[in-house]
């Protein structure tokens, strides 16, 4: 009876880590550094720590395990009853870190299988007897076999995609009249492609990268699904590493660029911010020559992005923006008003700080031949974008007619955050002001610099924030700051702070679902 509940105990445990590894896997794309770095800084540090302790603590049951099986000390009943109460608190761990499982593709699926039949069937000898040495031993042997499966289909991956990659440029290059941009930056881009394919579809047929396909396979299936008769494609070009964007270029064959901004956002990755500047350039690289690139200003802070306009002034043409081309800006809960060259531009896009993205697209959709006029009523249809400042308000529910709930948890860095907290001082006056965080990610060295300052503009601009992770605890340390990853108690707390007056609150980065499902979004 023993050797059953602790076999079912143990399967539960397997089914549970390994839902949990491959999804972080899989969100990592199955890059090996990206998997890692994420394990380094992120919430995942916190739970690899507990989860190695308890992988030690295996290790000494297996020593202990090793030693009596000779001098038969302790009775196999005490045996199972340890390993039990080992595997329980492994189990709780993982429900307390929140159940996580991968979109199951033929691919998760496969490597699912896989180890989960090889530890199973490890795990059971010829005669079908279940030993509790086996047990612990393919336990503390779970992520290297996922790894090794992992690894062992990188081959067959890596194929597949030359194939889809080959299919897609060959589509590219049999596109002649194609009108493509490549868009990149460390923060901006995915908004600004937005944008600018919603513009140009007023008078174009576009084709654009969809949300998170901004890799080198995600370009090439947005281009093999693309129709005939597109008249421009915009793709959104994501990198991690050197010759990423470079080799998104090859297939997208880019004829206008646009880079959106830089920052340190993937410096965990790329090791200096010198780097990250010569990844987005890449795109400035694969031009062909008298082509546009448009720059935001705001990458000028970075003595190397001067010195590559300075070197690429030579064969572009290259456009310098920013929210100073722009005047006489209104901003509201419902929307943007502005002047540009002349012309009134009203949107409802919400946030002052998202103008310089609406802007490169303007610039980009005139340039490639749109009339100004046409401009103006495709930026008046623009509609905020699903979790990037999205913008909610409630009544009963939370007590108050003004409630304002703003939903920017699509992606985060660093620029986006002391944005976001701006716009909720500017517009905030007389309410409370409550941000709901998780830190930031892949920020390398910069981590705590970067915390630091979101810490102070916390509490500067917030009369209370919660921190869902204690990543950077002493960066974001604050009296206004609460660390507690118990929806729960977040959820009663924002009730009563806001019982008695209006308030708005600012959801950043990616949050738990409970959180999103309690404010309907």
């Given amino acids: 009876m023993l050797t059953i509940t602790l076999f079912f105990i143990w399967l539960a445990v397997i089914f549970y880590e390994l839902n949990y590894f491959l999804y972080f896997w899989q969100k990592k794309d199955y890059r090996a550094d990206r998997f890692l770095i994420d394990f380094k800084e992120n919430k995942g540090k916190v739970f690899l720590n507990k989860w190695i302790k308890i992988k030690i603590c295996a290790l000494f ?133 937005e944008f600018l394919a919603k513009i140009l579809s007023y008078k174009y047929k576009v084709a654009f990268t969809r949300e998170h396909e901004n890799t080198e396979v995600g370009v090439a299936r947005a281009i093999l699904q693309m129709a005939e008769d597109t008249e421009i494609f915009v ?35 790329q090791g200096k911010v010198e780097n990250i500047i010569n990844t987005k350039f890449e795109l400035a690289e694969k031009l062909p020559k008298r082509a546009i690139l448009l720059i935001n200003k705001q990458a000028l802070k970075y003595n190397a992005v001067k010195a590559k306009i300075k070197i690429y002034n030579k064969i572009l043409n290259i456009i310098k923006y920013s929210d100073t081309d722009i005047s006489k800006i209104k901003e509201t809960i419902y929307g943007l008003e502005f002047i540009y060259k002349k012309n009134i531009f009203k949107t409802r896009i919400i946030g002052a700080h998202l103008i310089p993205n609406i802007l490169g697209a303007i610039i980009m959709s005139e340039l490639i031949g749109m009339d100004i006029s046409d401009i103006k009523k495709a930026v008046k249809n623009l509609t905020p974008l699903k979790s990037t400042f999205f913008v909610k308000t409630f009544g009963k529910r939370f007590f108050k007619e003004k409630t304002i709930i703003i939903d920017d948890t699509y992606s985060a860095n660093s620029t986006g955050v002391l944005s976001a907290l701006d716009f909720m001082d500017r517009l905030g006056k007389n309410k409370n002001k409550i941000l709901i965080m998780r830190s930031l990610v892949d920020l390398g060295e910069k981590g705590k610099e970067t915390h630091k300052k979101i810490g102070k503009k916390i509490s500067l601009v917030c009369d209370c924030a919660f921190i869902i992770d204690n990543n950077f605890k002493q960066e974001l340390k604050s009296e206004k700051t609460i660390f507690t990853n118990d929806i729960k108690q977040i959820i009663k707390k924002i009730k009563e702070i806001i019982k008695n007056k209006d308030a708005i609150i600012l959801l950043e980065n990616r949050l738990p679902k409970e959180i999103l499902n309690f404010f309907n979004f």
């Fill in 235 to 269: 793709a959104e070009m994501g990198a991690y590493k050197e010759r990423d964007i470079f080799e998104i270029s090859q297939v997208v064959k880019p004829t206008y660029g646009i880079i959106t901004g830089i920052n340190e956002q993937h410096l965990a990755l």
């Fill in 61 to 193: 049951l297996l020593l202990i395990l090793s030693v009596i099986s000779y001098a038969n000390y302790i009775s196999l009943s005490i045996i199972y009853i340890l390993i039990v109460l080992y595997l329980l608190n492994l189990l709780y761990l993982l429900l307390k870190t929140q159940f996580k499982k991968p979109i199951f593709t033929k691919k998760t699926i496969l490597i699912f299988l896989l180890t989960f039949i090889t530890i199973v069937l490890a795990g059971i000898d010829y005669k079908l007897q279940v030993t509790s040495y086996k047990l612990l031993i393919l336990d503390i042997l779970l992520l290297p076999i996922l790894s090794f499966w992992i690894l062992f289909f990188i081959p067959f991956s890596n194929f597949a995609k030359a194939l889809l990659v080959k299919k897609a440029i060959k589509k590219r290059e049999d596109s002649k009249n194609l009108i493509s941009i490549g868009i990149t930056g460390s923060f901006g881009k995915g908004s600004t492609k």
